[in-house]
């Protein structure tokens, strides 16, 4: 084996396993589950072999069929992709870990299979979106991706689902058809799809056809914007997850969003550059989206009584902190965006999954009913304080260390009114979520004829909670250790 | 004269902006959930409008190669091969959406949006 097929064999595993499930369909679940696992480890390992290789040795090329670039597809494996599948196949593994401890809630023990099929072609196509240095091909991994997500959505046999699940596919359309418009633009002025190629001959292109570029960056813009929920688009975001089951909200709200705003990323320093950024100014309209968002999403969140609801504006707000963060334009301000990708990943990994168990022993998603939850689940409470306590912004987390490089990156560009917006934003988030731990671990019990029907949890539901709330603690004492990753990843973005 | 010219030259662009826009209108603005869908596709063939338009070549001959066809202007052929591409995707968001309308109408036994946001908000309140 070759190192260079090593991410094609990662997809490809993602895709035969999704591919054996519905054979083994008389078999035990249980082998379908470890043999799942499996899949998941291998890809992990071999993509931290890949990070490595990429960050000691060089980045990886791979073009299909042997065709040159221009007319092919090409892989690049850079440590910008390969940090990033990294994050994923962790994120991945544990909630895989979680789902398998019988926490899918709503969905049906025949569907369970079909709900797998779905997970590892969500993966791949994820995989395949950061590998792929081709935009036309990025546009099918998407399809691909909103897809799946919807299928994922709509796979609980429950009214409010389809129609959740229906919204989301028209928005998402709209955004993949408005990415596809700009890509025809893009050809249209340049001749072709691959990223490199685009990336040489873009300034040549800016000069001759300056009308074609700005549109494309306009429709671009707008439809990767509506598929990562940017604040103005975000209407089909809280539906969506809040009525997906519980790992799977975690799976969309954690890692998809960010795939798209990966792409985003991708579109903005790879194809066009900055120079054309600059001009257009396109810093101070992200800079004014992701502002607004970060104080809208959060006055939304404080307004839900649902939990998961709360949690679907949530990310609304935290994707306004990535997009601060890119929106600066500047190494700082990318990294920051880049760890708060990772972090927010892991925190909201943390809260869905503990709100998941709570939703499954006590059958409710009122915020109000969480009084006294402390004392009969500590475990799922406790994770869900320390990632909340995060997501607030407290010292020894990874959310600390993220808002602390938001705020420093924001100063270096003399923006100190996006420093006042980050600490309202943050005051915001006490607001909605210091209630919930207080009530949880101060007040009593509510309805105390239900402690008897309490059972007692699955050590594969309880071990991925524990190993979440370390990882936060962790990253938030460590974070030097990954900062060497994503710093090259934001070298290998912006050169 | 010149502007008419200018029209009938890229007559197949305004046509796939029009295209374009009728579906956006329709898939933002109607209460029927199939006509959604239905702009949708509007919507998507406007697109493909486009590409294929940015590969052709006035002129210019389907890109086969004969013995007697040498220096022949041939049409770009890959926005066309990239289309297929798409218009399969296309028609696969179709299947899906279509599905889902008809798992909705089975369980609140309309399909207009209006009905539908009504049902659910009385429901909403029910609890």
């Avoid at chain 1, 980050?422 to 919930?436: C, E």
Wanted: proline share 3%; aromatic share 12%; net charge neutral.
């Amino acid at each position: 084996m070759i190192i260079e097929q090593l991410p094609i064999i990662n997809l490809l595993l993602f895709l035969l396993m999704a591919l054996f499930i519905p054979l083994l369909k008389r078999k035990p679940f249980k082998i379908t589950l470890i043999l799942g696992f499996v899949v998941l480890g291998l890809v992990f390992i071999s993509s931290v072999y890949l990070l490595w290789y990429v960050n000691n040795v060089g980045i990886i090329i791979y073009t299909f069929g042997g065709f040159e670039a221009r007319f092919g597809i090409e892989f690049v494996v850079d440590p910008f992709s390969a940090l990033f599948t990294t994050i994923i196949a962790i994120l991945a593994a544990i909630i895989y870990i979680y789902s398998s401890g019988d926490a899918t809630d709503g969905i049906e023990k025949t569907e369970y299979g079909r709900y797998y099929i779905l997970l590892f072609l969500l993966l791949m196509s994820m995989f395949g979106i950061l590998y792929t240095n081709d935009i036309f091909n990025t546009y099918v991994f998407i399809e691909i991706l909103s897809i799946t997500t919807c299928a994922i959505i709509s796979i609980k046999k429950k009214k409010d689902t389809y129609t959740s699940a229906f919204r989301y596919l028209m928005m998402n359309e709209l955004g993949s058809l408005s990415y596809l418009i700009g890509v025809a633009l893009i050809y249209m002025a340049t001749g072709y799809t691959n990223i490199t190629l685009i990336g040489e001959s873009m300034s040549n292109a800016f000069q001759a056809y300056q009308l074609n570029i700005v549109i494309a960056l306009g429709f671009m813009i707008i439809g990767l914007g509506i598929k990562a929920a940017v604040f103005p688009f975000h209407i089909w975001l809280p539906d969506a997850h809040s009525s997906a089951p519980s790992t799977s909200s975690a799976i969309l709200s954690a890692i998809v969003i960010k795939v798209y705003i990966l792409v985003f990323v991708k579109v903005l320093f790879r194809v066009f550059n900055l120079e054309i950024l600059n001009e257009m100014s396109i810093s101070t309209i992200l800079l004014i989206l992701a502002g607004v968002g970060m104080i809208m999403g959060s006055v939304f969140a404080i307004a839900q009584k649902d939990v998961k609801r709360m949690l679907g504006y949530s990310s609304v707000a935290q994707m306004g902190y990535i997009l601060l963060g890119i929106g600066l334009l500047s190494f700082e301000g990318l990294r920051a965006a880049f760890f708060h990708i990772l972090s927010h990943g892991l925190m909201k990994t943390a809260l869905f999954l503990s709100v998941g168990e709570i939703i499954f022993y006590k059958k409710t998603r009122k915020v109000n009913d969480f009084d006294g939850l402390g004392f009969i689940m500590p475990v799922a409470m406790g994770v869900f304080s320390i990632a909340a306590l995060g997501m607030i912004g407290l010292p020894l987390t990874s959310g600390f260390i993220s808002k602390l490089n938001l705020g420093m990156a924001v100063l270096d560009k003399n923006q100190t009114i996006f420093l006042v917006i980050l600490i309202i934003s943050s005051l915001l988030n006490v607001i909605y979520y210091l209630p919930i731990i207080i009530s949880a671990f101060l007040k009593n019990e509510k309805y105390h004829y239900r402690l008897e029907s309490i059972e007692k949890t699955p050590r594969t539901m309880i071990a991925p909670l524990i190993l979440l709330g370390l990882l936060i603690i962790v990253v938030g004492i460590f974070p030097n250790q990954i900062m060497v990753f994503i710093e090259s990843a934001v070298r290998s973005v912006m050169p | 004269m010149d502007i008419v010219d200018k029209i009938i030259e890229n007559i197949n662009y305004l046509g796939a902006i029009a295209l374009f826009v009728i579906g956006l209108r329709i898939v933002v603005l109607h209460s029927n959930l199939i006509k959604r869908i239905m702009g949708l596709n509007i919507m998507g063939t406007g697109v493909f409008l486009f590409f294929v338009s940015i590969g052709n070549v006035t002129g210019g001959v389907p890109p086969i190669i004969y013995p007697d066809s040498s220096g022949a202007v041939y049409i770009n052929p890959i926005p066309s091969v990239l289309i297929l591409t798409g218009i399969v995707v296309v028609v696969s968001i179709t299947v899906y959406s279509l599905s889902l309308v008809i798992r909705i109408y089975e369980n609140y036994e309309t399909i207009d949006q209006k009905e539908l946001s009504r049902l659910i908000s009385e429901e909403a309140n029910d609890h």
